[in-house]
Every structure is written in C-alpha cells, then in structure tokens.
C-alpha cells in the first residue's frame, strides 16, 4: 500500500502558468520534503516542513511555494514555470529530522512535470 | 559541491555476476549511509542502510561495506538479476535533515 501518494502522476503545463503538485501521507510523519529530481541526476531538496515550520534551501528560486495545511498534505506551487523547472518532483516523509536507520525518508513515486 | 562521490557513472553486467558500485565522502559528521534503489517512473526506495560503528551489512544479495578509515562504502549485489536493473543512489547524512546524494549508478543486468 503506497505510504506517500503524489498525484498527478504526470502533468503539463504551459510556460510561465501556474501550477500545483500535491503529496499526502499515511504514514502520520513530522517532516516532509520536497524535491526536484531532474533526468540523470540526484534528488536535489528544495524545501522541507517539520509540522509546521518551514525551511527553504539556500538555493531553492523563489519561484517555487510550498504549504502544509495538514500533517497529511504538503504542496508545491510553482508560480511561473519555466522551460528549466521540467523535472520529476518527488515527495518523501520522515518521523524526525534525525535521519537515522530507524527513521529513514520515505520517497513518493513523483509528479512528471512537462512544460510546453 | 557534490559531498558524495559515487562511481561507476553506469555498468553492465551478466545474469548471475557481481555489481559493485562505490561511494567517498569527506564530512567526518555523516554518521548514517543509505543506499536507494530508483526503477523508471517510480521514486527512490530504500534498499539497505548502515551506521559507520559496522563494517559490513547484508540483507538478501545485497551487502553494504564500510571503511571509516578510507572514508569510502560500497554496495555489492551477488547474483545479479534483470530486475535489478535500476539507478542505485548512494546517500549520507549527519546530525540534521539533510540526505546527501551521489550521482547514481545505473546497472544493467543482461540475461
């Protein structure tokens, strides 16, 4: 049973329309984060929430948005995408902010975003 | 600055051979090393993980080495199989939230 849904699977937008991506969780974790995995390369973290406190990477445009209305849900909201931004988004929880072998993060199977 | 080194950048391998995929880092402060298993489409699953006080770990064909000294690990798979055809992440991470990735590895397994 997937633990961390992401929906939609796939999505297209056009150049510079805003667009919403969304993440819930069973798995009742304190963190989650998002990231933006692009062809060939390693996730790379754009921000986190633990509960409801929220911290963006140093290096994270402020083209991208998150919110967290719930411990359930968490979504990214990109204002204004461009040509650059089309990437796999991929959503992951964890129990703490230690990472650690009994608190591991746990990866949603991601949002294919294409921008025409 | 990429704190995790890993290498092959891709290998190939017959049914029933050994992959061996490595991994270095430099931050002294990483104290937990995860590896991830990625298929096409899907998201990144945790495969094995092991804790620098252990120098060996293995689960099924799957074993993690550990040298603290070199500052290096590696993950070995034994009998490899099609489906193991993935990208495999290597990853560290210390006292915080962080996870750092390698580069990956994709491994093909011919039959």
């Known amino acids: 049973d997937a633990m961390v849904i992401q929906n939609p699977r796939y999505q297209v937008t056009q150049f510079g329309k805003p667009v919403t991506l969304s993440c819930s969780q069973t798995?009742?974790?304190?963190?989650m984060y998002w990231y933006q995995q692009k062809s060939s390369q390693a996730p790379k973290l754009l921000f986190h929430?633990?509960?409801?406190?929220?911290?963006n990477e140093a290096d994270t445009p402020d083209n991208f948005q998150s919110r967290r209305p719930n411990t359930s849900f968490c979504f990214l909201d990109i204002r204004s995408p461009g040509l650059g931004d089309a990437a796999m988004y991929l959503c992951?929880?964890?129990?703490?902010?230690?990472?650690?072998?009994?608190?591991?993060?746990?990866f949603g199977d991601g949002t294919r975003l294409s921008i025409l | 600055q990429q704190q995790v080194k890993q290498s092959p950048q891709s290998l190939i391998v017959q049914k029933g051979g050994i992959s061996i995929i490595n991994c270095a880092y430099e931050?002294?402060?990483?104290?937990?090393f995860p590896w991830y298993q990625q298929f096409p489409g899907k998201g990144p699953a945790l495969l094995i993980a092991?804790?620098?006080?252990?120098s060996e770990k293995k689960e099924g064909r799957f074993t993690i080495s550990f040298n603290k000294s070199a500052k290096q690990f590696s993950l070995h798979i034994m009998d490899s199989q099609p489906g193991d055809s993935a990208t495999y992440f290597c990853?560290?991470?210390?006292?915080?939230?962080?996870?750092?990735f390698g580069a990956g590895t994709t491994v093909t397994v011919r039959a």
């Open positions: 931050n002294t402060a990483f104290d937990y």
């Open positions: 798995l009742n974790h304190n963190v």
């Open positions: 092991i804790r620098p006080d252990v």
């Open positions: 929430y633990y509960d409801k406190d929220f911290n």
């Open positions: 990853a560290a991470s210390g006292n915080d939230y962080k996870l750092s």
């Open positions: 992951a929880t964890s129990r703490a902010l230690r990472i650690y072998s009994n608190q591991p993060q746990h």
